[in-house]
């Protein structure tokens, strides 16, 4: 015997399936059979209204800020300076060329102290170095040039580290002929004795010293004023002849070689050789 009023065709035209358990669209509420009743097995009008609905839907424009132009990019493109959208055409708008202008100029507004400070400095050690030069002419350091060249020396000058502050004496010292180089400014402790304060200068200014051998020249010091050795008893005390005025803090001294039992290499000739 037949049912016809049990069951419901599937409304997929190509299926017509009869479906005694049939399945209603929840979006379009149209009976379907289980192969055909999700939205996209039927082409559900929910699923047509959502891809219209993002054909239409316009895409977001940025419009150039720059004067008279009216491009308009689907990418936003900020300026780093003034934050606003510019297309590529004038992505170079004078903003970043104004900042760095202006950085310049600041740049310039504190270098200028800078510089005067540079210049005063340089025509300051040109004096002094003048001055210098002048006492040093006549024969003998004032007090006044001793303690200038004493100043500049604590600045740059090199020796051991573990002589304390309060116990450092001070020498700009030439380098003997024979090992051509610039001057050198250099402190050793004044408990030392003479001996141990020529082997520092010696490492120091990078002088080849054989003091302990027998047969070898010496290395000794001189005054550069006047060209005389400073002491010739290598045990002596440092701290003595600077209480004694045989030698003098901050003073400029030469490192020479000499045959030590040859009285007469104990005063240096042609002191205008040791110069930078």
């Known amino acids: 015997m037949e049912l016809p009023e ?7 035209l190509e299926c017509k399936q009869l479906d005694f358990l049939p399945f209603i669209c929840t979006h379009c509420q149209i009976i379907f059979c289980k192969e055909h009743y999700m939205p996209d097995k039927h ?13 239409t839907e316009p895409v977001k424009q940025y419009s150039c ?6 491009t308009l990019n689907p990418v936003e493109m900020c300026c780093p300076v003034c934050k606003r959208h510019f297309c590529l ?12 202008a202006t950085r310049d100029k600041e740049r310039e507004k ?11 400095k340089a025509e300051t050690d040109r004096q002094v170095d003048a001055s210098l030069n002048r006492a040093m002419k006549k024969g003998s350091l004032n007090k006044t040039a001793l303690k200038v060249q004493l100043m500049r020396l604590k600045g740059k000058a090199v020796g051991s580290k573990g002589i304390p502050t309060t116990d450092r004496v001070y020498f700009l010292v030439y380098s003997p002929l024979t090992v051509p180089q610039k001057s050198k400014a250099v402190f050793v402790a004044k408990q030392w004795s003479v001996g141990r304060v020529i082997d520092s200068v010696a490492d120091a200014c990078n002088v080849p010293n054989r003091n ?18 400073v002491c010739i008893e290598m045990e002596r005390k440092l701290e003595e ?16 070689y000499i045959t030590d039992n040859d009285s007469d290499s104990h005063n240096l000739k042609n002191l205008e050789l040791y110069k930078d």
Not at 212 to 229: D, P, S, V, Y
């Open 212 to 229: 302990n051998e027998n047969i070898a020249k010496k290395l000794r010091i001189f005054h550069q004023h006047n060209g005389q050795i």
């Open 110 to 120: 504190w270098e200028a102290p800078r510089k005067q400070f540079e210049l005063a």
């Open 65 to 70: 800020n720059h004067e008279g132009c009216s």
């Open 89 to 100: 055409q004038h992505r170079h708008h004078g903003c970043i060329d104004k900042a760095q």
């Open 241 to 256: 002849l600077l209480k004694d005025g045989l030698v003098n803090d901050g003073e400029t001294l030469i490192l020479e």
């Open 6 to 12: 049990l069951g419901k065709r599937c409304a997929v």
């Open 43 to 55: 082409a559900c009008i929910q699923d047509t209204a959502e891809s219209n609905k993002e054909v």
